[in-house]
């Protein structure tokens, strides 16, 4: 039998050209939440964020809500952007709420790759999709050195 | 609006009868698809065994993640984690996803054991629910300042000192 377990679930929409909307949900045998935020896409800027603590242990829980205000501003391109999640958003306010966020930071790249892949298969359904993504990673400078994926 | 882009996380901890825990993993959206299973002995918490790997990805090169997963058998789930398996799973020959995945997998494992403990603290009245919390506190200090409940100020931290 199940102990425990979590699922986290990321939504991306773009809103306009220069926006990505997420959307946030983490539920498991302990807690529920939700984030709700927009990025700008060539800067990484958060531009708002919404958080909802829909189940949690304690009453002093709620109080983090707030404190996710303090992203607003803030680049998750900008190095570091993920010690920086994990320190205010999480240590100061709900580890959880830095969980979605930093998952949601993530799906940034994806995000714009997938959409870029989609959009070359609307236009050609016989491409090379490796092919395309390989060249949409040497054109992304900060990708490159990341993973076995994107070589330097 | 439709979503361009879906990511969807499952971990499951699953208590074995032998002294174990099973913890599986696995992440999908619309670039990839990768799994780890993984085998925890108790009560040290040691990566016994584990298993995985990316499935399904526009990056064919990600087909060989699974050959680094064997590096963390051995790995205790304690102090350190984070550098540890990012040291072994990650970098420039690494696989981002995977390293995550395991880190994600030993989340679990420490939030199944939390689970009973805040499910202690579900009963009873509020000063005795209160002490419930200080209980789990003085039993798990690193919890100590981990958040906004658990910081100096809150109100779940008078009387204690730790």
Redesign the interface.
């Known amino acids: 039998m199940i102990g425990f377990s979590r699922s986290m679930l990321i939504g991306a929409e773009f809103v306009g050209e220069e926006t990505i909307r997420f959307h946030g949900i983490l539920e498991d045998h302990i807690y529920a939440m939700e984030i709700r935020m927009d990025v700008e896409v060539p800067t990484g800027a958060i531009r708002s964020i919404q958080g909802w603590m829909k189940r949690y242990t304690n009453p002093v829980c709620p109080k983090a809500v707030e404190i996710l205000q303090r992203a607003v501003g803030r680049s998750l391109r900008e190095e570091g952007w993920i010690s920086w999640v994990n320190r205010e958003i999480g240590r100061n306010g709900c580890q959880h709420f830095a969980e979605i966020l930093i998952e949601c930071g993530r799906c940034l790249d994806s995000a714009r790759l997938a959409d870029a892949l989609r959009g070359d298969l609307e236009r050609d359904l016989r491409i090379d999709l490796a092919d395309r993504a390989r060249s949409w990673v040497r054109g992304d400078p900060e990708a490159s050195g990341r993973c076995m994926a994107r070589p330097r | 609006?439709?979503?361009?882009?879906?990511?969807?996380?499952?971990?499951?901890?699953?208590?074995l009868q032998e002294g174990r825990?099973s913890v599986s993993w696995r992440s999908e959206?619309?670039?990839?698809c990768a799994e780890i299973r993984m085998k925890v002995r108790l009560p040290d918490l040691e990566i016994e065994a584990v298993e995985g790997g990316v499935s399904r990805?526009?990056?064919?090169?990600?087909a060989?993640?699974s050959s680094l997963l064997a590096k963390v058998v051995g790995v205790r789930v304690g102090p350190g984690l984070r550098k540890i398996v990012h040291g072994l799973l990650?970098?420039?020959?690494?696989?981002?996803?995977l390293a995550?995945g395991v880190l994600?997998c030993c989340n679990?494992v420490i939030?199944?054991f939390?689970?009973p403990q805040?499910r202690k603290?579900e009963r009873g009245t509020e000063e005795e629910?209160k002490e419930r919390?200080r209980e789990m506190l003085r039993f798990n200090p690193r919890l100590v300042?981990?958040?906004?409940?658990f910081?100096d100020d809150?109100?779940?931290m008078q009387g204690l000192d730790l």
């Open positions: 609006m439709t979503l361009r882009f879906m990511r969807n996380k499952l971990v499951q901890v699953e208590p825990l959206d619309d670039l990839l990805s526009v990056h064919p090169e990600c060989g993640a990650g970098g420039a020959d690494g696989c981002e996803e995550e994600e679990a939030l199944n939390t689970l805040i603290t629910k919390f300042r981990s958040c906004v409940a910081a809150s109100p779940l």
